[in-house]
């Protein structure tokens, strides 16, 4: 059976393992206050041109993501985020766990745009009763989406300015970063994510580390006291080098964008077979999530012999799946799902 449920099947990049086995006997403080976490918070803020930003390391993406909101949120204040958002669909009610609501909108492809957060504030405030229900204040985005789609500049400035003006915090999930900053299209960078977003993060779990996110605070006022937050989470890891140790890997030799590009590469082969085919998607992405739209009899066929991930019906003969690449995935297991999909 060949895998393409997700991009974390496997263990780690082998850079990884060797930085983690050379450092293995050496002892350092805990909890992410040793050499290698401050050597990698430096590489990260030079990469995002921000030596002002604090950088935090996490294991992983729901903790992140319930650490953040509940540490930027007051007890009456929701976030804002797409319907198909993570902190919606696949987090266990994590935020709603910390007592706060989310404010879930319909996305566009798994985007939300500048126009609904404006309607959804505006529509607060001018309700006489508003304290009687939760008030909006921060805004969670994914790039890439739940659906593989990524935000362009302008589309993300005009977040940005609602935001701003709206006296909005805005949160990026960047769980798949690396992809979506190396697929076609895409006119992002990390130093236009740190000046536009006030905390976001870049995922470490999905793109080659053993597990880990990077997380950057941009907004000083969400600076003060974060380590008693994380602390508070469950997300002070003792052996926090562990965590510094693999984005040093992952970024001292570009390792985090070259098997980003390489998997949406892959991902590409992919969908370009099911587009011959005939076959519609669910969306066009560009990166390493794929979701085409198969006859449910070809499914049953190449289940025999590949893993994916069944997303939803269509009608009553075929439905939606994801079909995913990561860091790992052999060229040659691509072309072999390529060459069945267009053989049943």
């Known amino acids: 059976m060949i895998l393409f449920n997700n991009d974390y099947s496997e263990g780690a990049h082998p850079r990884v393992l060797q930085k983690l086995a050379e450092t293995n006997l050496e002892q350092t403080e805990g909890y992410g206050a040793d050499r290698y976490c401050r050597q990698a918070a430096e590489l990260i803020k030079a990469r995002c041109r921000r030596p002002d930003a604090d950088v935090h390391f996490l294991v992983g993406g729901t903790q992140t993501n319930l650490t953040v909101i509940s540490a930027c949120l007051r007890p009456h204040q929701g976030v804002i985020a797409a319907d198909t958002g993570h902190i919606s669909t696949h987090e266990s009610g994590a935020i709603e766990a910390t007592g706060h609501k989310v404010l879930a909108l319909p996305g566009d492809g798994g985007k939300l745009t500048a126009a609904q957060i404006e309607a959804v504030v505006k529509a607060h405030y001018q309700d006489a009763a508003r304290e009687h229900t939760v008030q909006p204040k921060l805004v969670y985005i994914s790039n890439p989406t739940e659906l593989g789609t990524i935000y362009t500049k302008q589309e993300l400035t005009d977040i940005h300015r609602v935001c701003r003006d709206s006296g909005l915090i805005l949160y990026m999930d960047g769980a798949r970063l690396g992809f979506a900053l190396t697929a076609d299209g ?6 236009a994510i740190a000046d536009l977003c006030d905390v976001f993060y870049i995922g470490g ?3 080659g580390a053993l597990f880990g996110e990077a997380l950057v605070i941009t907004n000083p006022a969400l600076k003060e006291d974060f380590r008693y937050i994380i602390k508070q989470k469950g997300g002070l890891l003792a052996k926090g080098r562990l965590l510094g140790l693999q984005f040093i890997a992952l970024f001292e030799e570009d390792i985090y964008f070259e098997t980003a590009r390489q998997a949406n590469r ?15 998607l669910l969306v066009d992405a560009p990166t390493n999530q794929q979701f085409p739209i198969l006859p449910d009899r070809v499914l049953e066929k190449l289940g025999e012999h590949y893993g994916y991930t069944w997303w939803q019906r ?31």
Not at 323 to 344: H, M, N, S
């Open 314 to 344: 269509v009608d009553k003969d075929r439905s939606a799946v994801r079909f995913c690449t990561g860091w790992a995935t052999k060229p040659e297991d691509v072309e072999k799902l390529a060459e069945d999909i267009l053989r049943l």
């Open 266 to 280: 892959l991902a590409g082969i992919i969908k370009n077979a099911c587009l011959r085919k005939g076959y519609e």
């Open 186 to 191: 895409n006119d992002l960078d990390l130093p």
């Open 205 to 207: 779990t999905k793109n």
